[in-house]
């Protein structure tokens, strides 16, 4: 039985039919908008319908704190206020939530070598990805270099105590690789603070769940094939821990004069990736994780990630292109997640 909480002005409660008058554990779903995508969770309890209302507000008002802390769609966010800031030379205090995204996006960023970088932003903006509007023409030579030369995830530099970020040089910090994670993290941890012990959290295709369905089975999860014309499962694997994303180039893309372009922008040419890489799917602790590493390594292609990331125990699943085709690889540390 599911449960459907439609969250906004106003929280209604729509029981499907077929429902046990008995007070057994079932799924009940609260769902709504967030980031200009949905959310989707999936929580195990007995029916209490005050308690489902208190977690779906619970939910939103979560969600609206890390909407209002990381979001550069927002002018009002703590991020975008940052960005807009003329000279971030000296120490600007920030939110523990901004520092803690901060913290984690460095940490991907020096392990990948610099193939996740949340200073990227101006160059995504360029190729029409991000807030402004999308050219009217293909960036030439003398633009990309001009917004590459103003990034660089190494000029920014993190304080602990308290919490605050300066720069060497102005930057603009785009975190809508790593913040869905963190959200769905967020959510996690409201959930197990207000008792939910088995849940699924998913915004936006990023996932973590914990425990277990009520008929005691894990949860499952699809790998979409990396077709952007219709939806269909590539791989299912089955989790009762831990978080999973997915990185790939298939939706998010437009076509000029007869060429694609990506959303992922390599950090190192400043351009659209192009190699053979069509998805990539991570499975870590947590979605924050998960988020980064999988945009790390659709970066970087198959070979270098896949190599790094068996290298680092990480659980990874690679859907490369191949002679009109598909081939996957995964991970040793993967293994154990797919089912058959």
């Not at 807030?131 to 030579?141: F, G, N, T, Y």
């Not at 975190?175 to 603070?193: E, H, P, Q, T």
């Not at 659980?315 to 292109?321: D, E, M, Q």
Request: contains cysteine.
């Amino acid at each position: 039985m599911f449960l459907s909480l439609t969250l906004g002005s106003t929280l209604a409660l729509v029981a499907l039919a077929g429902c046990s008058f008995e007070k057994e554990e079932q799924i009940w779903e609260i769902a709504g908008p967030v980031f200009g995508t949905r959310y989707h969770i999936n929580v195990v309890l007995t029916e209490d319908e005050a308690r489902l209302e208190n977690l779906g507000e619970g939910i939103e008002e979560v969600l609206d704190g890390v909407d209002a802390s990381m979001s550069t769609w927002r002018d009002d966010s703590e991020l975008s206020r940052l960005n807009s800031r003329d000279d971030q030379s000296e120490w600007t205090d920030i939110s523990a939530p901004l520092y803690e995204v901060l913290v984690s996006a460095a940490d991907v960023s020096s392990l990948t070598d610099g193939a996740f970088d949340i200073t990227i932003g101006p160059v995504v903006n360029l190729w029409g990805f991000g807030p402004e509007a999308r050219p009217d023409k293909v960036p030439d030579d003398n633009e990309l270099a001009a917004r590459l030369d103003a990034t660089g995830y190494e000029k920014l530099e993190l304080r602990a105590e308290p919490p605050a970020i300066r720069a060497s040089k102005p930057q603009y910090i785009d975190l809508s690789a790593i913040a869905k994670g963190y959200g769905v993290d967020a959510v996690a941890r409201y959930l197990v603070s207000a008792g939910v012990t088995s849940y699924l959290v998913e915004i936006g295709g990023e996932v973590r769940v914990n425990g277990r369905k009520p008929d005691g089975s894990a949860w499952r999860l699809a790998i979409e094939e990396p077709v952007s014309e219709q939806r269909q499962i590539n791989r299912v694997v089955a989790l009762d821990q831990h978080a999973m994303a997915t990185s790939g180039d298939y939706r998010n893309y437009y076509e000029s004069e007869g060429r694609r372009y990506s959303h992922t922008i390599d950090p190192d040419t400043g351009r659209p990736i192009v190699h053979t890489l069509a998805s990539v799917t991570v499975i870590a602790e947590n979605a924050m994780l998960a988020d980064a590493l999988a945009t790390g390594f659709n970066v970087m292609g198959y070979e270098r990630a896949q190599a790094l990331a068996t290298r680092e125990n990480i659980a990874a699943y690679f859907i490369v292109r191949r002679d009109g085709g598909f081939e996957t690889h995964h991970t040793p540390a993967f293994t154990s997640y797919l089912t058959q």
